[in-house]
């Protein structure tokens, strides 16, 4: 069984007043070309699908245009959707009642039962093209402090901050309910959070503060959990050996990530669980100059005429770049 995860969409960015949709497009359509040529069963898109909480008729209209084509051409793809900070968790979900019908789960917020968290939504069979599940997603969307009862901000509980501890025990409960449930079969998670030791940007990250700490020790995440799909850092990185990954964001979202190796995770289910980064090209090109620092206008401009661009290239494929000159 194959799984793609990916993350960080920002679908209805606009950087320094540019639009972003062509560069969209282009990722949504490479992303429906890798489904079909790597034979993908289920697509996990670990929250930030839209940049902000009011995303417009056409970011909208891009997601779902690209979720239809997506499951037409594959038509046994399961995708899941979670929220991360930047959604509308509500909007994200309210089409809900569709998009099942399809395939598709779409979890914006933590929801509840009697029993504690209901697994019967955030617990998420994956199964193969003939029908037999193969593996089980844990999917929980972007956490806000009224999803974990009983946290107590500033409180230290041994020698962790409070916010840590209540992540723990969050995912503790989740992950035992789950395994009791999954019956030997592999067990996944998506999250939306800062893990420390991650390699954050600068310019497009959040830093998530919930009682003056942004981050979690990767270990927060149960052991029974054999993969974490994670969003929030735009870098393409693991923790935790590996089990942990940021998938990354699928271009660059600002000039700090311009060095970054964009792409998405292909996870295979085989004896175990192993996964690969695929790198993805980018739709228009950044640069900045100099490369790091400061420059003299002359050199900035040697650097310019040197990237040799094309005055002739359409409006939405223009390069980006950015400039910084000593004063």
Same mark, same amino acid.
């Given at each position: 069984?194959?799984?793609?995860?990916?993350?960080?969409?920002?679908? &209805?960015?606009?950087?320094?007043?540019?639009?972003?949709?062509?560069?969209?497009?282009?990722?949504?359509?490479?992303?429906?070309?890798?489904?079909?040529?790597?034979?993908?069963?289920?697509?996990?898109?670990?929250?930030?699908?839209?940049?902000?909480?009011?995303?417009?008729?056409?970011?909208?209209?891009?997601?779902?245009?690209?979720?239809?084509?997506?499951?037409?051409?594959?038509?046994?793809?399961?995708?899941?959707?979670?929220?991360?900070?930047?959604?509308?968790?509500?909007?994200?979900?309210?089409?809900?009642?569709?998009?099942?019908?399809?395939?598709?789960?779409?979890?914006?917020?933590?929801?509840?039962?009697?029993?504690?968290?209901?697994?019967?939504?955030?617990?998420?069979?994956?199964?193969?093209?003939?029908?037999?599940?193969?593996?089980?997603?844990?999917?929980?969307?972007?956490?806000?402090?009224?999803?974990?009862?009983?946290?107590?901000?500033?409180?230290?509980?041994?020698?962790?901050?409070?916010?840590?501890?209540?992540?723990?025990?969050?995912?503790?409960?989740?992950?035992?309910?789950?395994?009791?449930?999954?019956?030997?079969?592999?067990?996944?998670?998506?999250?939306?959070?800062?893990?420390? &030791?991650?390699?954050?940007?600068?310019?497009?990250?959040?830093?998530?503060?919930?009682?003056?700490?942004?981050?979690?020790?990767?270990?927060?995440?149960?052991?029974?959990?054999?993969?974490?799909?994670?969003?929030?850092?735009?870098?393409?990185?693991?923790?935790? &050996?590996?089990?942990?990954?940021?998938?990354?964001?699928?271009?660059?979202?600002?000039?700090?990530?311009?060095?970054?190796?964009? &792409?998405?995770?292909?996870?295979?289910?085989?004896?175990?669980?192993?996964?690969?980064?695929?790198?993805?090209?980018?739709?228009?090109?950044?640069?900045?100059?100099?490369?790091?620092?400061?420059?003299?206008?002359?050199?900035?401009?040697?650097?310019?005429?040197?990237?040799?661009?094309?005055?002739?290239?359409?409006?939405?494929?223009?390069?980006?770049?950015?400039?910084?000159?000593?004063?």
């Amino acid at each position: 069984m194959r799984i793609l995860h990916t993350a960080d969409w920002h679908i &209805g960015q606009t950087l320094n007043g540019w639009s972003r949709d062509h560069e969209h497009r282009a990722f949504l359509d490479h992303l429906h070309d890798v489904i079909l040529a790597e034979d993908v069963d289920a697509l996990l898109v670990a929250g930030d699908v839209f940049d902000g909480i009011n995303p417009s008729g056409e970011a909208q209209r891009l997601l779902y245009g690209a979720i239809a084509r997506m499951v037409r051409s594959q038509p046994h793809l399961q995708i899941i959707l979670t929220a991360g900070n930047h959604d509308p968790a509500q909007r994200l979900e309210a089409p809900e009642a569709v998009l099942n019908e399809l395939g598709v789960h779409v979890l914006g917020t933590l929801r509840r039962d009697a029993g504690g968290v209901d697994l019967d939504r955030h617990l998420i069979p994956l199964r193969d093209r003939h029908g037999a599940i193969r593996a089980h997603v844990l999917a929980v969307p972007f956490l806000r402090q009224a999803d974990m009862p009983g946290l107590h901000l500033g409180e230290e509980q041994g020698d962790e901050p409070a916010i840590t501890v209540a992540v723990r025990a969050l995912h503790r409960e989740m992950s035992e309910a789950a395994v009791a449930r999954a019956g030997g079969l592999p067990l996944l998670a998506m999250g939306h959070l800062t893990c420390s &030791g991650g390699l954050a940007s600068e310019g497009a990250e959040r830093r998530i503060l919930i009682g003056g700490e942004h981050a979690v020790p990767p270990d927060v995440f149960p052991a029974e959990l054999g993969y974490v799909a994670l969003g929030h850092l735009h870098r393409p990185q693991s923790l935790d &050996g590996g089990r942990v990954r940021y998938s990354g964001s699928a271009f660059p979202l600002s000039a700090s990530e311009i060095a970054y190796d964009h &792409g998405v995770t292909l996870i295979e289910l085989t004896d175990g669980i192993v996964h690969r980064h695929l790198p993805v090209d980018r739709p228009v090109l950044m640069f900045r100059l100099p490369p790091s620092g400061p420059g003299k206008l002359e050199d900035v401009l040697v650097g310019l005429a040197n990237l040799a661009l094309d005055p002739d290239t359409p409006r939405d494929k223009q390069p980006f770049v950015y400039l910084s000159l000593t004063a």
